[in-house]
């Protein structure tokens, strides 16, 4: 089994900032791409960031110089540094990875979902 855990979402005036932190644990082989994706109430799921295992990085338009996404490879950890937040920004923020795990017959590779960590950013 693979758990991946979010944390250091909270409440935070505009203008301000937060670090996200989503660690990966389990029978883990292998891990490529890790990002974040959120979700805003009455919206659709979207993409902010993502990073993959050769340290390529690919950013929501939207959040394009005020969020930093990094990993510790060591930890099978990756962060969202977020700065400026804007009211706009306020939503449930989920962890997702793409992990190769040991299987009886092999590995597989699949994509796993955190719980999410809910940013709130007041005006």
């Known amino acids: 089994q693979v758990q991946l855990v979010e944390s250091g979402g909270g409440l935070v005036q505009a203008g301000g900032s937060l670090r996200l932190s989503c660690g990966a644990s389990?029978?883990?082989?292998?891990?490529?791409?890790m990002g974040w994706y959120r979700q805003a109430p009455g919206k659709q799921r979207e993409l902010v960031a993502v990073?993959?295992?050769?340290?390529?990085?690919n950013y929501a338009d939207s959040v394009k110089g005020r969020f930093t996404i990094s990993r510790d490879n060591a930890k099978n950890t990756v962060y969202l540094h977020m700065n400026s937040l804007k009211p706009e920004d306020t939503a449930v923020y989920y962890c997702?990875?793409?992990?190769?795990?040991?299987?009886?017959?092999?590995?597989?590779?699949?994509?796993?979902w955190g719980k999410g960590t809910l940013v709130t950013v007041s005006s």
């Open positions: 997702n990875a793409d992990i190769t795990t040991v299987q009886i017959m092999g590995t597989l590779k699949r994509a796993y």
């Open positions: 990073m993959t295992s050769g340290d390529s990085t």
């Open positions: 389990g029978s883990i082989v292998s891990i490529s791409a």
